[in-house]
């Protein structure tokens, strides 16, 4: 039942509570959904319902404490965790603010995510509270967090490659599923429905355009319209396996195919390409992101970054990006994503995932073919 | 493309007005999905990714201000909202926070939802630099967004009934999609399948469980474990239709069904018309949880409260429970939700989603069968 054996768990906790420990922190305080599913174990949809704070405490020394309304108390008893503290919630008086300030009046010091990409998935109200009845002193453990979550173990790199396998299968039906004269919002729908056939559990993540000899934007849901001759369709999926993200996309001409829009397929493919053969143990993200940009001209980036990395949440760190100054090592599971600008408007994005390794990438994605599909 | 027309936008945007005006608010910051959705109309799954945090400024007088991610300016130019201002994010130095501080500077006291069911979507320590930047206060406006979110526009309720339509004819399939044999993961799957097929554009929430004469919780995702004669299968869905949820779940015995399960969905069915009976506008929350629970007897309400509001998330306020005496009135849009213990370890829900009126609600949901559908 679990997703984990237990020394897998055993292992993310040593690793930080030994930097807990370097950092001077007693314990560390996590209250949102990727960090606690990462330590516990604990996978549920649940998280849709904002009505309910959850909480898992871990401390330097000793087990996880679990600090949950009592509805999740069944999946809980189900993880690795045995200290587990319920409480009847909703409770608008003390919502688990009495029964966690409890827990953690025991420490002096304690981490919260509190830096980039973090959130407090908590009433602010409610923290300010905790911190007057417990009297700790919160500071900020984001960096210690992420450079445990950065490196993918072995039995996550398992997921990670099969739900990338899972993608690139449905992907792979492109040609039957999508078709000139197809609303938009039916193509996504259809693809979808392939992905859940191919094996996914979910598809949290659907966005992609259609237009033109090329598209306007990258994060929207689906129009209605009709997909016509000379589009450039894309679709990019984080479709997810027992709670691990794909995310990549790929782009299909419908019926005929720009020679612009065949340009700068190749000059992404090949921007791609330039990536696989520099992304390796070693090199930094800002190393990786000048390589890649300067294969993609003067027309590159306008997202920002050029990957991330990828494992329980569709982006993670770190980031393809000059500012990013972040060490490559083996392990690590991450997207490159070359984007480019075609005119004002259109625009083309690929995206390929990878492990890095000491060597050259293992690509967990089957490789985008070199020319643009033209489908329909 | 468009959610809703224009004046539904400025509609949510005058009762925000005019509530700030009475509590002396000049502005309200908003930075989580939900309320950026129904404020701006900005719709995107882009929200898995946890990189980038977003921004809507609503001042007192005057229009919003989105203040948000580059990548989201396209997407955000589609809305109704004119005034968007962007920064190139992920920026680790300074991701947005100088661009907000310096749009809220103009701002005294600033309106911030921290109360229950909220959460701060961004990191806490750039939050405390907006603090520092801007100067303004901020002060709690939970209960000043729920009092207008909480009443459905004729718009929302046309969404909110066809997301319903769509789940129970997913469910109507529920003899051709679930036998003895199949392992509950697929059970799951097909399900998902079956309510994309039926129109929905997303399955984020699934859950349920299957297990001889009931079930142990209601938040699991499915284990791998065959359907057995005997079982009662719970699926609860919160699938979506243009970002509006439907909550409500259907059991089915497997072959057979025992006399105690029998009995238990019996008193659920009749706890559920109770609730019926009583939803109209002028009954309190608490009121209705007594008479429901009153007609569950002494098995009841394991999970603490027997329904809740439902829109744009899957649970909204109020909550149906005895602490809560908010007044029902006409446009709110409900669940009912008697759940109850067979024995130890083995529970039953049922669920309905109504719209409240003057008099009897409007069942969104296909009634559940009276009596409890075999199917096999």
């Known amino acids: 039942m679990a997703d984990f054996p237990t020394a897998e768990f055993e292992t993310r906790m040593m690793s930080a509570q030994s930097a807990m420990a370097e950092a001077g922190m007693d314990a560390i305080l996590l209250c949102t959904e990727a ?5 516990s174990g604990f996978r549920t949809q649940f ?3 904002p009505t309910r704070p959850w909480f898992l405490v871990l401390p330097q020394c000793g087990d996880p404490i679990a600090v949950i309304p009592e509805i999740g108390a069944d999946l809980m008893a189900r993880t690795w965790v045995r200290d587990i503290r319920t ?6 008086v003390d919502d688990g603010v009495s029964l966690l300030a409890n827990v953690l009046s025991g420490f002096d010091k304690v981490g919260l995510p509190m830096g980039d990409e973090a959130s407090l998935r908590m009433p602010l109200r409610d923290f300010a509270r905790v911190q007057e009845k417990s009297g700790v002193e919160f500071v900020d453990c984001s960096d210690l967090i992420k450079a445990i979550r950065i490196i993918k173990s072995d039995a996550e790199i398992v997921i990670l490659r099969d739900i990338c396998s899972i993608g690139s299968a449905a992907f792979d039906r492109a040609a039957d599923l999508f078709h000139a004269g ?11 429905i392939a992905l859940l056939q191919a094996g996914a559990d979910d598809v949290p993540y659907l966005v992609g355009a259609a237009g033109q000899g090329g598209y306007g ?15 450039i369709l894309m679709l990019d999926t984080g479709a997810t396996l027992r709670g691990y993200f794909c995310d990549f996309d790929r782009n299909f001409a419908i019926n005929q195919c720009t020679d612009a829009a065949m340009q700068a397929y190749d000059t992404l493919w090949q921007a791609t390409e330039v990536g696989l053969q520099n992304a390796k143990a070693g090199v930094t993200c800002a190393q990786l992101f000048k390589a890649m ?32 100054h972040t ?4 392990g690590m599971v991450m997207t490159l994503e070359p984007s480019l600008s075609i005119e004002k408007g259109k625009m083309m994005v690929h995206e390929e995932n990878i492990l890095i390794t000491e060597d050259a990438p293992v690509l967990l994605t ?11």
């Open 182 to 192: 197809q609303p938009l919002s039916e193509s996504f729908r259809s693809f979808k």
């Open 87 to 92: 409480w009847a919630s909703p409770d608008p």
């Open 47 to 49: 998280w849709q319902s």
């Open 327 to 330: 060490v490559l090592q083996p």
């Open 366 to 376: 089957k490789r985008a073919a070199p020319e643009m599909q033209v489908i329909g």
């Open 293 to 324: 940009n300067g294969a993609l001209g003067n027309a590159g980036s306008s997202v920002g970054r050029l990957g991330h990395g990828l494992g329980i949440q569709l982006t993670e760190y770190p980031s393809i990006a000059p500012f990013d």
């Open 217 to 231: 934007d990258v994060i929207s849901p689906p129009s209605g319209t009709p997909l016509a001759k000379g589009d």
């Open 35 to 39: 960090e606690l599913r990462y330590f």
